[in-house]
């Protein structure tokens, strides 16, 4: 057999071979940058953050100033961040400054899920990972909790359709805690919770009853369970763990009051964009980040500022909860010690 062609990703050749062939494991092709490996090994709170928000949800440089904000914050509440992303088939646990820059003002970058992963390595490419792939990498890597802005969802019409995001079904199948804002008015907001319930997601506000509507502090709907403090979050990651439950568990943390933008001022430029998508027949992946960026335009750019806010609130809630996860794993939290929850 003649060797690799040179392009092909160092994990496909050197010293790993694959399994089907020797039995031997492959190493999964991820880089942990020092910070986040020396805090992944001590024990210490990490974050991970997601970076499709970067590739396809916020405009150049704004995208690029939020990705550096959010992780002065983590840092700012003794969590390291560990942005993750795909650059050149490399999967990043903890991108540092230039990598970041690096995706924020990529050529073409790809949309990552669950599904498109494996190709992105396979094939050396970059791209922004969706909370269903960061969720899986921060899962390889040992991080128990992640921030985002908004989960996808089951779209308006996903009933027919049949556009229901990765993103649920990772959070059922993947044991990472996803802080959000709960979902857009894009998407069936209770079909979404529907979803999540049949699948065994427990869909926890944070400090409130009813499920946030990302822009806005409250949608209609009520969810089925309630946590007032980081530590009650832990509790009930260590609970799911020791009853064997797998599959993840997603906070929705409301928009901080100054920052939100009234439900049915954005439900009806939500109108609005779903309209423009369906006649230009958006279809796929490019769905989210047409509707993004309409809202965009559509609000004067109101929807953004609101976007970094709630951004940055949800990582501090995750933080908080790192933190608390980290007091466990080190005995001085008021639980008792139990290993990894992914392990
Ligand atoms: N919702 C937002 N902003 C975003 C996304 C969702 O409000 O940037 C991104 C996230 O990365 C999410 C992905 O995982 O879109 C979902 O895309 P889709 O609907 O194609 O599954
Ligand atoms: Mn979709």
Not at 54 to 77: F, K, S, W
Not at 329 to 341: E, F, K, M, N, R
Request: glycine share 10%; proline share 7%.
């Amino acid at each position: 057999m003649s060797g690799m062609p040179p392009s092909r990703p160092a994990f496909l050749s050197a010293g790993s071979t694959l399994s089907a062939e020797t039995g031997v494991r492959v190493q999964p092709p991820i880089t942990l940058s020092d910070e986040v490996a020396e805090a992944l090994r001590l024990h210490r709170p990490v974050v991970a953050l997601e970076s499709t928000i970067i590739t396809h949800g916020m405009p150049y440089p704004q995208n690029l100033a939020m990705a550096r904000q959010v992780e002065a914050d983590c840092r700012e509440r003794k969590a390291v961040p560990a942005t993750i992303a795909v650059l050149d088939g490399d999967i990043l646990v903890g991108a540092t400054p230039a990598q970041l820059q690096a995706l924020a003002d990529a050529e073409s970058p790809l949309k990552l899920s669950r599904a498109d992963l494996g190709f992105a390595v396979a094939m050396g490419r970059t791209g922004g990972t969706t909370v269903s792939a960061t969720m899986i990498c921060a899962a390889l890597a040992g991080i128990e909790v992640f921030a985002t802005g908004g989960i996808g969802g089951v779209h308006r019409g996903g009933e027919a359709s049949m556009d229901i995001s990765a993103d649920l079904e990772e959070l059922a199948r993947t044991p990472v805690t996803v802080v959000c804002a709960g979902a857009k008015a894009i998407l069936d907001l209770p079909r979404t919770l529907e979803y999540l319930e049949t699948r065994g997601v427990p869909v926890v506000g944070y400090g409130t009853d009813h499920l946030p509507a990302f822009w806005s502090r409250q949608s209609p709907w009520r969810v089925p369970m309630r946590a007032d403090r980081p530590e009650d979050v832990v509790a009930l990651m260590m609970a799911r763990h020791a009853l064997g439950l797998g599959g993840g568990v997603l906070v929705a943390n409301p928009i901080p009051e100054a920052d939100e933008i009234p439900y049915e001022t954005m439900a009806a430029l939500v109108d609005q964009a779903l309209e423009e998508a369906r006649l230009q027949r958006i279809d796929g992946k490019a769905v989210t980040p047409f509707l993004l960026a309409r809202l965009l335009a559509l609000s004067s750019g109101a929807s953004l500022t609101a976007n970094i806010a709630l951004v940055r609130h949800n990582v501090a809630v995750a933080a908080a909860i790192a933190c608390a996860r980290a007091d466990v794993l080190a005995g001085t939290g008021a639980l008792s010690p139990s290993a990894p929850i992914g392990g």
